[in-house]
């Protein structure tokens, strides 16, 4: 399995600003997803990303409101843009390398939107 | 469009018994995995358990074994000699190759007694 370590793990932030996650894995993989458990509800993919291409969003979620990054094979981030309450959540990071059909889940960053 | 429901919103258990948290999906693949995942209240979702569609046998780790009715459409997990630190919420997850999206249930609350 891999390790993964999400930050920041927690913050507050005003309506109308932005916050990037960042998610970094301790081995190389392939893909690397991005999910929002919004509070009290289950999981939902916001967005597929690969090294070297442009992130693949899920229906609902836009470029524009969640810019993802993946310069390499370890690392990758979220933006969340011009934030609204609405946007209060866990984001989470999840991986999945190799050979392997399982995914694995980093910590989760809790957002809270005042 | 396929759709994974979990009808148990919470359940609680006795410490050393046993419980069973039920899943259904609904999906016209035949191809297919099945998660099980535990999120304890650090939110960090550890995966407890997988089968694949085609296996007729049902998976088991260790305290946790599944029982996978595939004409049912039914995934239901049984956790036996329950423990304290088996409190978590608990999510049934789909995902059908060569997709790469898992598809979550609302989750299971699961409390243990002492």
């Known amino acids: 399995s891999a390790v993964i370590s999400q930050k920041p793990s927690r913050d507050i932030c005003q309506r109308g600003t932005s916050l990037t996650i960042q998610c970094q894995v301790d081995s190389q993989v392939t893909m690397m997803f991005w999910y929002r458990q919004q509070p009290g509800q289950s999981l939902t993919l916001i967005a597929t990303?690969?090294?070297?291409?442009?992130?693949?969003?899920e229906s609902g979620f836009v470029i524009d409101k969640f810019p993802i990054s993946r310069p390499n094979l370890t690392f990758s981030t979220l933006t969340v843009s011009n934030m609204s309450p609405e946007d209060s959540s866990i984001y989470l990071c999840s991986v999945r390398g190799g050979g392997s059909y399982e995914q694995y889940f980093g910590p989760g960053t809790r957002l809270t939107v005042t | 469009a396929q759709t994974v429901t979990q009808s148990q919103p919470e359940m609680s258990v006795q410490e050393a018994e046993t419980v069973t948290l039920s899943c259904t999906y609904d999906t016209s693949e035949s191809d297919y995995y099945l998660f099980w995942y535990k999120q304890p209240p650090s939110r960090q979702m550890i995966l407890v358990i997988r089968?694949?569609?085609?296996?007729?046998q049902n998976a088991t780790e260790n305290r946790f074994s599944v029982n996978f009715q595939k004409a049912a459409k039914s995934f239901s997990l049984k956790i036996s000699d329950s423990q304290l630190g088996d409190a978590a919420m608990y999510f049934c997850?789909?995902?059908?190759?060569?997709?790469?999206?898992?598809?979550f249930g609302t989750g299971t609350l699961l409390a243990v007694q002492p």
């Open positions: 089968q694949e569609a085609y296996k007729q």
């Open positions: 997850a789909y995902r059908s190759p060569p997709g790469v999206k898992l598809i």
């Open positions: 990303a690969n090294q070297g291409s442009e992130a693949t969003y």
